[in-house]
C-alpha cells in the first residue's frame, strides 16, 4: 500500500509537536521524572508485552501474510477441554481493529501502571514515604537484596507475566467463548486507576486521541456511501463485558493491595470520582444478554448502578478508613465469645447449604450447576467464621472499613469467576459434526438452516442456558477443539452473497469460499444452493440446497417449480398433477424448452431474469438474486 502525503504529513506534525513540547518545556526534567521509577524511563514491560501480542497475531495467527483475515477458530476457549484455547485465547485477536484498540489501550494504561509500581524499589519507597509512613513494596522482596527487587527483572519478567497471568485467568473464567487481551486491559485499568486516579483520567484522553491519530494515520481518507447495510447484532452483543470486569476486578484488587502494602492511600472523593468517569467511558456499564432469536438486550440501567457500587465499593478498599467496625452486639452486657458465634454462624451456614441442596434435588432442575453455586456462596459466607477464631496477629479485630471493603472487593471477583465455571464445561456431540460441505484438517464446514447447536453442556445448567433454539448459517466444527458455531448467519449470507470462512491452528491455515446462488420467483419465493470451495485444495461442494419453489402462477394450465439441485437449478413442469418434463435454467442468451413451454435466460442492466413464452406473452417468471 503506497504511502500518501497526506500520511506523510501526519506523521510529521505528531513528531513535530511532540518533539517541539519535549523541546521547549520537558526535556531532561521529564526523562529525570520517569527514569526514577522507570529503568532508563522507558516502560519496558509495557513495550515488551504489546510486542508479544503483536507477534503472535502477525506469526501464529497468520497476520504477516493476511493482516485482515488471521486465523482465530484455533485460539478460541471453546471449553475446559480444549487447553490449546484456554493458554491462547487472551493473546490471540479476530482482527487487526481488535488487536490495534487493546495493543493502544496497553500502551497507555500499561505506561501508567508501570509507572505507578516502579522498577527501583528504592525510589518507589522514597517516593511512597514522602508524607507518609514508609514501608517495602508487595513485589520488593520485603527490602532485601533479592531478584524482585532487581530493576530488569521488576521490568522485563514480572511485570509482563503479571499482565499474561491475568490475561490467561480471564480466558479461563470468561464467560463462554472468549478471544481477546481485553481483560488483561481491564486489569491494566483498575490497577492504574486505584493507584494513579487523576493520571489514569488523563490516559483516557490520550487513548482516545492516540486511537483517532491511528485511524486518521491508516485511512486518512474515509468514502462511505448511502446504502442498507448486511443484517448484523449491535456492536455491543459480541462484546465480552464478562472478561471486562473481571479483569478490572482483578486489577483494582492487586492495587488496593499494593496500596496497603504501602501504607498509602489515594483521595476517597477523587477515587470515587474517576471510578465512575473511567468505567463509564469505557463501557464497563455493559451487560447484555441474548433474549431471543435475533434479539439482544442491553441493560443500561443496571449496569450504571454497577458501576456506582463497583466505585464505592473500591473507594472504600483502597481508601477508606481503618477505623473497625462497630461491634453490633457491644451495647449487651454479656455477648458470647467470637469462637461461639463462629460455630453458631458456620452451623447455620451449613443448614443452608443442606436445606438448598435438598431443595436442589426435590425440584430436578440443573442439580450439578444449581449444587455448585451454593457451594461457592456457603464456602464464601463461611470465611468470617473461619478467620474470626484466629488469632489477631493474623485477622486483627474487630475489622477496619477498609478491610471489610477489601474482603467484599476479593468476594465479588471470586463470585463473577466461578459463575463461568459450569458454561465452560461442554462438548461437542458425537453426532454433530456436519455431513455436508467440506473438510480442511480436523474442520469441518457446511451450511445447515434449523440446525441444533451442536455443544452439550457436561454439567446441568438448566433448561434457559441449554435452549439455545435452531441456528442457520454456515457451521464450522471441530470435535477436537470442542468447537461447534454459526461462522456466517444465514441473513448475512442472503445481503453479501458470498463470504469466506479461515480455519487452521498453529504452522497451517486454509480458506474456504462460501457462496450462495439462488433466484427470486414470480410471487415472492425463493429457490437457492450454498457452495462452499477451497481457495487452497481446489474442491467445490454444494452444502445446501433450498426445497422446491413454485412460481406463483399458471401459464397455459401448467405450473413451473425451480428446483435446486447437486449441480444447478432445474425447471419442473407440471399439469394437472402430472410431471411434464424438467430442464436445466439455460444460460443467458439460451432456450430451452419444457413440454409445450419455451423458457429463455436474459440479461437486462445487469439483471439476470428467466422468461417464459407462451402463445399469449412473454413473462418474467424469476430474477437471479442480486448483492451488494
Known sequence: MPVTPTQV????????????????DGRGRWRAAVSDRLLYGVPWGTLLTVALVVAFYLVVQGGLPDWDDPVTFAFVSWSYLYPTGLLTAGVAHGGPDHLLSNMTATLVFGAIAEYAWGHHPRSVRADEERGSVGRTDLLADGGRRGPLSRPW?????????ALFAVAFLTAVFSLGPGLGFSGAVFAIVGFALVVRPLLSVVGLVVTSTLSFLLDALAEPVVTETVEVGPPLPPGWAGI?????????????????VVLSRRRRAPSFATLVFAVLVVGSVQSLWLLAWSVGENEYALYQ???????????????????????????????????????????????????????????????????????????VIAALLAVPGLLSPLPDRVVPT????????????????????????PLGLVAVGGDAMPDDGLTAGDYAVSYEENATGGQEFLVDVGEEATENGNVSGVIVASDERELWTVAVSDELLAFEGEETVTVGGIGWRETLHVERTGWELLGGETAYAVDIESEDEGETA????SEPAPVDAELDGQTVTVVPTDDGFDLAVEAEGETVGTASIPAVGESV????????????????????????ARVPIAERESYP
Open 398 to 421: 474487630p475489622i477496619s472499613r477498609r478491610h471489610a471493603g477489601v474482603v467484599c472487593l476479593a468476594v465479588a471477583t471470586i463470585v463473577l469467576a466461578l459463575v463461568s465455571v
Open 542 to 545: 454444494r452444502a445446501f440446497v
Open 9 to 24: 504529513a501526519l506523521a510529521a506534525a505528531f513528531l513535530i509537536t511532540l518533539g517541539g513540547v519535549w523541546y521547549v
Open 240 to 256: 465480552g463485558f464478562h472478561a471486562h470486569l473481571l479483569g478490572f476486578l482483578f486489577g483494582a484488587l492487586v492495587a488496593v
Open 301 to 375: 440501567g443496571l449496569g450504571a448502578v454497577m458501576v456506582f457500587g463497583l466505585a464505592a465499593l473500591i473507594a472504600v478498599a483502597g481508601a477508606g478508613s481503618d477505623r473497625p467496625i462497630p461491634h453490633p452486639l457491644s451495647r449487651f452486657e454479656r455477648v458470647p465469645s467470637r469462637y461461639t458465634l463462629s460455630l453458631v454462624w458456620l452451623a447455620v451456614v451449613g443448614l443452608a447449604f443442606l436445606g438448598g441442596v435438598a431443595g436442589t434435588v426435590v425440584v430436578g432442575e440443573a442439580v450439578a450447576a444449581s449444587i455448585a453455586v451454593l457451594a
Open 153 to 161: 527483572v521488576r521490568a522485563v519478567v514480572v511485570f509482563p507475566t
Open 593 to 616: 424448452t419444457v413440454g409445450e413451454l419455451s423458457f429463455s435466460t436474459v440479461e437486462t442492466d445487469g439483471v439476470t431474469r428467466v422468461e417464459v413464452e407462451t402463445d399469449d
